[in-house]
DNA sequence: CTTAACTCGAACATTAATGTACGAGTTACA
DNA sequence: TGTAACTCGTACATTAATGTTCGAGTTAAG
């Protein structure tokens, strides 16, 4: 997190931000990724309060709600790209798919959700060209999986990565509904996406 | 967001409709359906012109978005109770729930979507009150199946259905995003979902 | 210490949605 | 055919969100 990824707004002289300024807007993103990943219909208001800091402070780093919402994606895009860094993703495709599972469903979940809560307010385009690093890289594993006869090839791979998203989400939303718990949701999740991948 | 207010309700004598009423009821109904189960945030002036009605006149006939919306999940709940009738629920459970997914699956995922989009306008105890009919009768066929053999009995019941709903929304998304066509779908759905039910 | 960067409340303009009120015209139906 | 029910455009009140401006105070950093 070196580098700041400034998002390029005009007002501002482009200069280095100081350091009371980088930290507001360390803590605009960090709340805003909380309160958009966890329900649409966020406000700029509810944000900044959230993070404790004037709106106007807000608009000042950033200039409207499309821009957050880009800042917001690009950040949880780094959050995850590094949290990948951390899975060990070699050996045998069901094994690293489990492994995956256990230790990221979360990530993956709250992406979506961020990624739901933000499309009304950034284009298309935009974020099929940003498009989540992780699912293709889940794309990958599935396919590598189905090359060695792990999983099965008479899918369509595009059907499989939605499976698994979609199932991630559904195990969210069980456990919001008190119908899992977050123990068992690792398993269920495994246990339901390998019967399905199996050949 | 409590609701509370009063609105000036007892406009109509609760008496018998004139039959053009009637008929912009029903207008506005189908086109709310429409409207409502394809994507989030309708307003109200949207579902009136696509009914080729009159803002005021759907309000006279539904005295708030809160009320159209409960208009809207009641004739969803008449229609899919009715088109439960026409599939043959009884023999193997999972031949049954292969025939419900082929007939079926766009009228739960139609259902599924207007849940999502009414969500914010209805208190949970009216959505769970009026809980999806066919929702159950889903857990019931499944269940049926876990008794006898036909389906697995090591992960949650609450847990197969949601991930059957789940999967339905996540092959709509398919379709709409040109990945999978809508003849491939049911077959792709059946497929998946016999697999991770299995024993 | 000095200053430029930053914060932040209050106020304002704009846009959009909801719901109400009025009144003139149209349509069903006894 | 008479009339109550119905339609519908216009206009208005209200609420909420977005984004900007102003100015006075605070803080980081050279």
Do not use: C
Not at 20 to 30: F, S, V, Y
Request: hydrophobic letters at 40%.
């Amino acid at each position: 997190m070196a580098e700041g990824k400034t998002t390029a707004s005009a007002r501002q002289p482009a200069g280095p931000r100081r350091a009371d300024a980088q930290r507001n807007i360390d803590k605009i993103l960090t709340a805003g990724l909380k309160l958009y990943s966890s329900r649409p219909g966020v406000s700029v208001a509810e944000v900044a309060q959230a993070a404790g800091v004037g709106r106007v402070t807000l608009y000042g780093h950033f200039p409207s709600r499309t821009e957050l919402a880009k800042a917001l994606m690009t950040r949880a895009f780094e959050e995850t790209e590094a949290a990948w860094a951390s899975v060990e993703t070699d050996g045998p495709a069901d094994e690293a798919l489990d492994r995956l599972l256990r230790e990221q469903w979360y990530l993956m979940e709250r992406n979506r959700n961020l990624r739901d809560n933000v499309v009304g307010d950034l284009s298309p385009q935009w974020l099929r060209q940003r498009h989540d690093p992780i699912l293709r890289r889940v794309e990958e594993l599935i396919s590598r999986g189905r090359e060695d006869g792990a999983f099965r090839a008479d899918l369509p791979l595009s059907w499989m990565v939605t499976a698994l998203y979609s199932l991630v989400h559904a195990a969210a939303d069980e456990i919001s509904e008190g119908r899992l718990t977050a123990d068992e949701a690792p398993g269920v999740l495994s246990a339901s996406l390998q019967s399905m991948y199996r050949p």
